[in-house]
């Protein structure tokens, strides 16, 4: 499989041949990214063929577009049958990747899909890094209306906790970011709080963004809501997003998926504008996108204007975001429950319910 292998390795994948085969056959992979391996000119029919096969890691299950054509989702299976979802949202200036670091995920944050479904498996780094090779090769054949035809950003919050996969993540950054030259600073990396891992990535090289799913102020409700946050606690957490912006210099950024009855009271947004303050962080905040599972759900317009007033007259610097794709249900982790209807078998805690379509959804 040629993602799966390190691209330093692939002159070990073309026995036989001249040893510039592999710099021509990695820009294909990594540079310039195709389809299929007939489009790599340079190469013989023969050695095409041979490599065709091994191209992609997974197979397209699925591929929809919402929001006008801005938003496309792309559902991939594995030989093994692991989903993998990746969504490509398109912007006047940018083309934006949300990519998944797993299958499934073991954090178990109350509102989520992919948390309700449970842990299946660590991607490999190759499972990674195709998704942005895939998405990049399917947009040069067919881009996004007035958007740039490549992959300009990526973003890891897809299916899974990045930083409860660090190694591999890792790896996949270092093909992004060195061989694929995409930009340190165009990647942000989205965590639920695993604090050793934003140490670990605050000692890399690369200054990439990071993205703290913060959703409580204090650690009873946080608790509550996101599981991980009885070994990671807000104190240390808020230390070391801290430590993160003080040693990149890069703002982080505090998601808050606003949940009706749970987190939009006018104090949290007090606390959350101090804890802003002390991580110099920006404040995303997304309405819930509800998933069948529970009975949470986003706050009323008035509420959200409420809560987003009071964070600005705090002097907290925040934006309201819309999630993209939220009718195809291309929002975290709700591809692959749509995909698979009302015969997904989902997980909560150790109770396992069969999935409820959403009415007047899909
Ligand atoms: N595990 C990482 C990255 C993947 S989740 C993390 O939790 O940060 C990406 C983002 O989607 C997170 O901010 C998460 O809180 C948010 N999210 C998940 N389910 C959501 C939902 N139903 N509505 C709104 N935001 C959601
Ligand atoms: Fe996992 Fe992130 Fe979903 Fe929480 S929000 S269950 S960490 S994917």
């Given at each position: 499989m040629l993602y799966?292998?390190?691209?330093?390795d692939l002159s070990s994948l073309l026995v036989?041949?001249?040893?510039?085969?592999?710099?021509?056959?990695?820009?294909?992979?990594y540079r310039t990214p195709v389809l299929d391996t007939s489009e790599m000119t340079n190469l013989s029919t023969a050695l095409r063929e041979r490599l065709q096969p091994n191209l992609w890691p997974f197979r397209v299950v699925l591929t929809e577009t919402a929001d006008d054509g801005a938003t496309r989702k792309l559902l991939f299976k594995t030989p093994r049958e692991t989903s993998i979802e990746?969504?490509?949202?398109?912007?006047?200036?940018r083309t934006t990747l949300c990519l998944s670091s797993?299958?499934?995920?073991?954090?178990?944050?109350t509102f989520c899909a992919?948390?309700?479904f449970g842990f299946e498996r660590q991607l490999e780094p190759g499972e990674i890094i195709a998704q942005v090779a895939y998405a990049s090769a399917i947009l040069r054949k067919e881009p996004l209306p007035d958007s740039p035809s490549r992959i300009t950003n990526v973003v890891f919050m897809g299916m899974g906790e990045p930083l409860a996969n660090y190694r591999r993540v890792r790896e996949a950054l270092r093909r992004m970011i060195d061989i694929m030259k995409i930009p340190a600073r165009a990647i942000t990396v989205s965590t639920v709080g695993i604090v050793p891992g934003i140490r670990k990535l605050a000692d890399e090289p690369w200054p990439v963004n990071l993205a703290?799913?913060?959703?409580?102020?204090?650690?009873?409700?946080?608790?509550?809501i996101v599981p991980i946050n009885e070994r990671y606690p807000l104190h240390d957490l808020i230390a070391e997003a801290r430590n993160y912006f003080e040693r990149k210099g890069r703002r982080v950024t505090i998601e808050w998926a606003l949940i009706s009855g749970e987190n939009d009271q006018e104090e949290e947004a007090v606390r959350l504008a101090v804890i802003a303050q002390r991580m110099r962080a920006h404040i995303n905040v997304i309405p819930l996108n509800p998933t069948p599972l529970t009975a949470q759900s986003a706050p009323s317009a008035a509420t959200i204007q409420k809560?987003?007033?009071?964070?600005?007259?705090?002097?907290?610097?925040?934006?309201?975001?819309?999630?993209?794709g939220a009718?195809?249900?291309?929002?975290?982790?709700?591809?692959?429950?749509?995909?698979?209807?009302?015969s997904g078998r989902l997980r909560t805690g150790t109770a396992t319910v069969t999935a409820i379509p959403r009415k007047g959804k899909a």
């Open positions: 799966l292998s390190p691209p330093e036989g041949e001249p040893s510039y085969r592999a710099k021509q056959l990695e820009r294909w992979l990746s969504v490509i949202m398109g912007y006047p200036r797993q299958a499934g995920c073991a954090m178990g944050c992919t948390g309700q703290i799913s913060l959703h409580a102020t204090t650690d009873e409700l946080r608790s509550s809560f987003m007033s009071t964070l600005q007259r705090q002097g907290a610097n925040a934006t309201l975001r819309n999630i993209r009718s195809i249900n291309a929002a975290c982790g709700q591809l692959r429950l749509h995909a698979e209807g009302d």
